[in-house]
């Protein structure tokens, strides 16, 4: 079964149009994130959620925007898409680790969502 | 469109050779790292983990050693296998963070 669920898994949209990206869990996780993968580059961290508490990246560029309205929804709005952040966006969530006395700090990561900007 | 990415480095392996993988790390206060293998079109999925407490960690084909001396990370992955293809990235995640920075990646070949 799914855990990480990410819809759509690919997305068209246009230059300056915005653009909502979601994503769910089911593990109930406190933690969740947002990572932008271009092609042949690691993951590159642009935000995440422990619960309510939003942490941006210095480097994250205004246009990117995150909601979280609960534990198991988070969103990323991109306001005006430029050709530049065309790539894989990966959704991604941890438990906290230290209030559960867990073995890990394991994220477990959804499918991506391929955005196309045109 | 999507901009050009760098090339990853690529390791070719022979079918049924073991293959090692490199990573060097940035924070000296990371104490938790994970290995993932992302396949094409596919988010990261992980393989193994280790804490800054251990040096080595075996799972079932594969060990990660880790060097705190050098911040340095492997991954030996033996008899490695045709569905073994993909890349490869390393991810630390600094003390008292809950953030991962993800290493730069190496693409595994494995040859028939």
């Known amino acids: 079964d799914a855990m990480v669920i990410q819809n759509p898994r690919y997305q068209v949209t246009q230059f300056g149009k915005p653009v909502t990206l979601s994503c769910s869990q089911t593990l109930n996780h406190n933690v969740m994130y947002w990572y932008q993968q271009k092609s042949s580059q690691a993951p590159k961290l642009l935000f995440h959620y422990y619960d309510k508490d939003f942490n941006n990246e210095a480097d994250t560029p205004d246009n990117f925007q995150s909601r979280r309205p609960n534990t198991s929804f988070c969103f990323l709005d991109i306001r005006s898409p430029g050709l530049g952040d065309a790539a894989m966006y990966l959704c991604?969530?941890?438990?906290?680790?230290?209030?559960?006395?867990?073995?890990?700090?394991?994220?477990?990561f959804g499918p991506g969502t391929r955005l196309t900007v045109l | 469109g999507e901009s050009v990415g760098l090339h990853l480095p690529t390791l070719s392996v022979q079918e049924g050779d073991n293959s090692i993988i490199n990573c060097a790390y940035s924070?000296?206060?990371?104490?938790?790292f994970i290995w993932y293998k992302q396949e094409s079109g596919k988010g990261p999925q992980f393989i193994i983990d280790?804490?800054?407490?251990?040096d080595k960690r075996q799972g079932q084909r594969v060990t990660v050693l880790l060097n705190k001396t050098v911040k340095h990370l492997s991954l030996q992955i033996a008899a490695t296998q045709p569905g073994d293809s993909a890349v490869y990235f390393c991810?630390?995640?600094?003390?008292?963070?809950?953030?991962?920075?993800f290493g730069t990646g190496t693409r595994l070949k494995v040859l028939a």
């Open positions: 991604a969530t941890s438990r906290d680790a230290l209030f559960f006395l867990a073995a890990n700090d394991e994220q477990f």
């Open positions: 280790i804490r800054s407490n251990m």
């Open positions: 924070n000296s206060a990371s104490d938790y």
């Open positions: 991810a630390e995640n600094p003390s008292g963070t809950y953030k991962y920075i």
